[in-house]
């Protein structure tokens, strides 16, 4: 499929989110969207998806101007797009999600349905179990269901907004291998990210916007720093924080044993530290997640405890974990940790605490306005979360967590973050370690693991380690227990 994209610019208020881009992608190529969050890399592919409609320019398929007044005009074009948080249902089954998107009349052609999945996820490599429940997925699986989707439903150009975020280094293998096997078949790739290595390893070219702006069409692979300083007019290297760490124990778990859905976990013994930064490092779907919400109350475990530093045993119930100074940030922004249709103010005012039986809302818009500024949130007191990007509803989550913190949950912190934002994320969460917070952190980053954590949980099959020393581990070791080698018997 031939894209051509004419003089694109849309709006949103003052904020001018695409500012006259254009842009070609042949049949079979890859292309890569790099550019720091905010410079409308989203916007312009929920238009070329039909998802937002631009203000002025064209949208060109084999030199044919389309308009596309929806998602499903888009989709019957042959163009789909994968988001950064999936769009399916997770109370539904699988077969029930990837059939809705049919249009054969009342009566469901089950048997004929099926035949076709079956077909299509053999040929990219799937095997996916149809009466299975798509919220027992991990976050990759549900971009493998979201790929299937698309495939089966003939999408010529295919749209990946942030795919490797959240994801393990196998999955990322997998997808890539994905990728390149669609390119062959004459499938045109959208790759949106943030990560450099992504867009050189997989893509053929990459094009860089900035603020709006297209800055850069640049053939690859090219030089990280070269694209950095497109990206922010500067250069910027990763940050690694200093230890801050005291020998004061903050909480501790005991015998604890978590259920996960697909294992139970053998007994977890740890004490954490004021101050102190613990990875958990993982497959997806190897139990981090359980075991995060598990210290959240969010699940229950199967046997142990958890305690605070002063003895007292936290309760089973996640208002109770609250009340101790217990706070958990999801990888599942829209759906765990934001409000659909509520704007900044609302969510300012949902998470404070109050005396006050009424909303002053003088305060209110105070509390909105300072947390705006302190966390840099590309957005007015107004502005609904849904509509901001991916990083600056990252940033929102974070203004969010209350300042008593004892205990920070965080999964994939800098999910959709680029390398500004990360080192400045970071940054404010080194500020609450510096006051005695501890911070656990699960991320598919094995850089942001070992930059930022004191010690590392690795999880394999449904077993956790014992606590690693950053010191005892290098990236090739690390690697090696994420995949289920050097584990003792």
């Known amino acids: 499929m031939h894209i051509e994209i004419r003089n694109i610019h849309k709006s949103f208020g003052k904020v001018h989110a695409n500012n006259g881009i254009s842009m070609t992608l042949q049949s079979g190529e890859i292309l890569g969207v790099l550019g720091e969050n905010g410079a409308g890399k989203t916007t312009l592919m929920k238009i070329i998806a039909g998802l937002l409609s631009s203000d002025s320019g064209e949208i060109l398929i084999e030199d044919q101007v389309v308009k596309f007044a929806s998602a499903d005009e888009a989709l019957a074009a042959g163009i789909g797009m994968l988001s950064q948080d999936p769009l399916d249902f997770p109370v539904m089954t699988i077969f029930d999600n990837l059939y809705l998107g049919q249009k054969t009349g009342f009566f469901i052609k089950r048997k004929e349905f099926q035949k076709k999945i079956i077909e299509t996820q053999t040929s990219l490599g799937f095997d996916f179990k149809l009466t299975d429940f798509v919220g027992d997925l991990s976050m990759g699986e549900r971009q493998q269901l979201?790929?299937?989707?698309?495939?089966?439903?003939?999408?010529?150009?295919?749209?990946?907004?942030?795919?490797?975020?959240?994801?393990?280094?196998?999955?990322?293998?997998?997808?890539?291998?994905?990728?390149?096997?669609?390119?062959?078949?004459?499938?045109?790739?959208?790759?949106?990210?943030?990560?450099?290595?992504?867009?050189?390893?997989?893509?053929?070219?990459?094009?860089?916007?900035?603020?709006?702006?297209?800055?850069?069409?640049?053939?690859?692979?090219?030089?990280?720093?070269?694209?950095?300083?497109?990206?922010?007019?500067?250069?910027?290297?990763?940050?690694?924080?200093?230890?801050?760490?005291?020998?004061?124990?903050?909480?501790?778990?005991?015998?604890?044993?978590?259920?996960?859905?697909?294992?139970?976990?053998?007994?977890?013994?740890?004490?954490?530290?004021?101050?102190?930064?613990?990875?958990?490092?993982?497959?997806?779907g190897s139990g981090q997640k359980t075991f995060l919400r598990t210290l959240a109350g969010l699940e229950k475990p199967l046997g142990g405890k958890i305690k605070f530093g002063d003895g007292r045993l936290v309760g089973t119930r996640n208002f109770e974990f609250t009340n101790a100074g217990v706070f958990f940030m999801p990888a599942a922004r829209m759906e765990e940790g934001l409000v659909q249709g509520m704007n900044l103010v609302e969510h300012f005012i949902l998470a404070q605490e109050s005396p006050q039986f009424f909303i002053n809302d003088k305060e209110a818009m105070q509390v909105a306005q300072r947390r705006i500024k302190d966390f840099a949130i590309k957005g007015t007191p107004y502005s609904n979360a849904e509509e901001l990007s991916g990083g600056n509803q990252q940033r929102l989550l974070l203004a969010m967590l209350k300042e008593n913190a004892r205990l920070l949950l965080l999964e994939n912190p800098t999910r959709g973050l680029d390398i500004e934002s990360t080192n400045w994320m970071w940054s404010k969460l080194h500020e609450r370690c510096q006051k005695g917070a501890s911070i656990i952190f699960a991320s598919a980053d094995i850089d942001e693991l070992l930059r930022f954590s004191n010690r590392v949980l690795i999880f394999f099959g449904g077993r956790i380690s014992h606590p690693y020393l950053i010191s005892e581990l290098t990236s090739e070791k690390l690697g090696s227990l994420i995949g289920g080698e050097g584990w003792s018997q």
């Not at 859905?261 to 004021?274: A, E």
């Open 146 to 284: 979201e790929i299937l989707r698309l495939m089966l439903y003939g999408s010529d150009l295919i749209i990946l907004d942030e795919p490797t975020t959240g994801i393990s280094l196998q999955q990322k293998m997998q997808l890539f291998d994905l990728l390149k096997r669609l390119s062959k078949l004459g499938k045109s790739i959208i790759f949106v990210t943030h990560k450099l290595a992504d867009v050189n390893e997989l893509c053929q070219r990459t094009i860089v916007l900035k603020q709006g702006l297209l800055v850069g069409d640049v053939a690859l692979p090219c030089e990280s720093i070269a694209l950095i300083e497109m990206m922010f007019g500067k250069r910027i290297d990763f940050q690694k924080i200093n230890d801050v760490s005291k020998d004061i124990p903050n909480f501790c778990v005991q015998n604890l044993i978590i259920k996960d859905p697909r294992f139970i976990s053998n007994p977890v013994d740890l004490i954490i530290q004021q101050g102190e930064i613990l990875g958990l490092a993982g497959m997806e």
